[in-house]
Every structure is written in structure tokens, then in C-alpha cells.
């Protein structure tokens, strides 16, 4: 995908700070970051939605969350942290490639 700004991440076409990667996915900082720790956990291969779901990716998805679960410790969220898939416009996900905001570094506020 040419116009996806998390495929030029991926490419090396624009920088970023990356945290953590394998030959599937790729962990790095959000640049506008929403929490004092706020990171980003996106496959390397592009999709949009979780309705595009299949068998494979499924399975991918699943691996990142077990990456996440795995190595969250090494990025400073010992303490808690919180996941957020955005789906669609009116739930603000502005990069139509599936990723995973992981939150934390402080306490989360929640009511
Ligand atoms: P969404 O709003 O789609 O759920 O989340 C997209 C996230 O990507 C936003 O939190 C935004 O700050 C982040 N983002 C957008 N462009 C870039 C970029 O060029 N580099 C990095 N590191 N994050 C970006
Ligand atoms: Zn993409």
C-alpha cells in the first residue's frame, strides 16, 4: 500500500522509534503519544479491519497479542497497560492499517 503511512514505517521510508519487531510485526512509539508510554503493535502486512479478518490472521493477531503479553515488562508497563484497536471513522482511526495503541507508564484514568 503505496499511500499507508505505517507501510512507509515499514519500508523505511519514514522514521520511527521502534521498540520491537519480527518478521511479522513491528512495535514502536506513537508520535502523538496519548499516555506517558504509548506504543503501537502493527503487522507487517497490511489490512484495515478486523472484518478482514481470516484464518491466517487471525492467527497473526493472536501473536501479537501474545508478543505484547510477553514483552510488555521491557517497555515500562510492569505495572498495567492498555490495549486499543480503533475500528472506523467514528471511533477515530485515522491509518487504515490494523494496529494495537498500547497505553500505560502511569496510572490510566477509566470512569
Ligand atoms: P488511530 O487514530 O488510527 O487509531 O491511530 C493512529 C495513530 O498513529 C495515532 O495515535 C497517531 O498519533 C499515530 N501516527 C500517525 N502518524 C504517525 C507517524 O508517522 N509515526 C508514528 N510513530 N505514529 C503515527
Ligand atoms: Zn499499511
Redesign the pocket.
Known amino acids: 500500500?503505496e499511500t499507508?503511512i505505517?507501510?512507509k514505517i515499514l519500508a523505511g521510508e519514514i522514521p520511527s522509534s521502534k521498540v520491537y519487531e519480527t518478521e511479522e510485526l513491528l512495535v514502536f512509539r506513537d508520535i502523538s503519544p496519548k499516555a506517558k508510554i504509548h506504543l503501537l503493535c502493527i503487522p507487517k502486512e497490511?489490512f484495515a479491519r478486523l472484518t478482514e479478518l481470516d484464518d491466517r490472521r487471525e492467527a497473526l493477531l493472536a501473536r501479537m497479542m501474545r508478543t505484547i503479553a510477553e514483552h510488555h515488562a521491557e517497555w515500562g508497563l510492569a505495572d498495567g497497560y492498555r490495549l486499543i484497536i480503533n475500528q472506523g471513522e467514528a471511533a477515530g482511526q485515522s491509518v487504515q492499517?490494523l494496529h494495537i495503541h498500547i497505553l500505560g507508564g502511569e496510572p490510566l484514568p477509566w470512569e
Do not use: E, G, L, P
Request: proline share 0%; hydrophobic share 35%; aromatic share 16%.
Open positions: 500500500m499507508c505505517f507501510c497490511h492499517h
